[in-house]
Structure formats: structure tokens, C-alpha cells
């Protein structure tokens, strides 16, 4: 689909110079001489590289078109994640490095969007919200009445959060899978 130079936001993925880019940074500039343009700060999502760019408003780019694909999790091995496709029982695998510190967030059937480009995998987006159980905690030490004391504890999974003085070990919990922090106790 294409767009203006003017229609540019952050978080949308661009085709530009045979590569995809991820808008990082957008501002939009009128100097007194000359057109007003947007500065464009990108990150290649393929080679890792940053990229900043100006487009006047006269200018097209490709905003690039995602499909997004309902996938249930199925199991891990070294290297990768592997999912099933509820509807068509496809499975796919994606490497650990593209799914990042989320990964370990995932749980057997949990329900994930996969957003693919050109039929690639690019990102995995899990639930906002996923139920977790607190594996070992410290013991909150008495006087500490601060409403902002947290004391650190350990999931199931191995990931380690900040909770609040009265969670204990075997506690479940619900997390927020995009900050990893703590929400409520259940």
C-alpha cells in the first residue's frame, strides 16, 4: 500500500531500499527555506542497521502488508519455539533469537499472533496477560511500609520480577507479558 511521506508514523514497517524498516522515530520539520519534510529515524529489521531518512510529502513509499496468523504453542528445543496453526494443524518453528526474553513467557497451548511478511515469520506477540506461579521469594522484611517495596522473586519459567512484599513462594500470579512486571495476585 502506498503512502506520503507526511503519513509516516512510529511502529509501521516500510519497504524502502529493497529492505524492511521499522519506524522508530518520526518529525515532521518546516525549516524557513525550503519545503517541510519528515525526519525519518528506521531500523532494518533483517540486518539490524539504523537508517535516518527524509521524505518530503511528495514523496511514496510501500507500507508493508502483514498477515497475522493465530498459533497455539506446542514445545521448545535449544534452538527454537514450535507452534501449531489451530485451523490447518501446520506447524511451524521459529528460531529463540527472533522471539527474544518473551519466549520464556510461553506455556503449552497458549495462543500467539505471528505477524508474517512474504510468508516469514517476524514477530510473535503473545497475550497481554499470561498466569504464572512464583517458583522461590524473599521473605519481606517487617518496617518496610513503603506503598513502593517490592521484593524480588523468581517464576516457574526462570524469569525474574519485582512483587510485592505479601506474594509468597507457590503464589500464582498474573504478568504482564509486555514490560514483564507483576499485575495481581490470583
Known sequence: MKISGNEIRV???????NDLWLVLKTQHVKPGKGGAFAQVEMKSVNKNTK??????SSDT???A????IKFN???EDETDYYFMNPKSFEQINIKKDLVGVKGKMLTENLEVNISF???????????????????????????????SSYKPATLTNGVNIQVPPFVESGDEIIVDTRTIEYIKKI
Open 11 to 17: 511502529g509501521m514497517l516500510l519497504e524502502h531500499k
Open 51 to 56: 537508517l535516518n531518512e527524509r521524505f518530503r
Open 61 to 63: 513509499l510501500e507500507k
Open 65 to 68: 502488508s502483514l498477515e497475522e
Open 73 to 75: 504453542f506446542l514445545y
Open 117 to 147: 511478511y512474504n510468508d516469514k515469520p517476524l514477530s510473535v506477540e503473545l497475550p497481554n496477560q499470561v498466569k504464572c506461579k512464583i517458583e522461590s521469594t524473599d521473605v519481606a522484611l517487617k518496617g518496610q511500609t513503603v506503598s
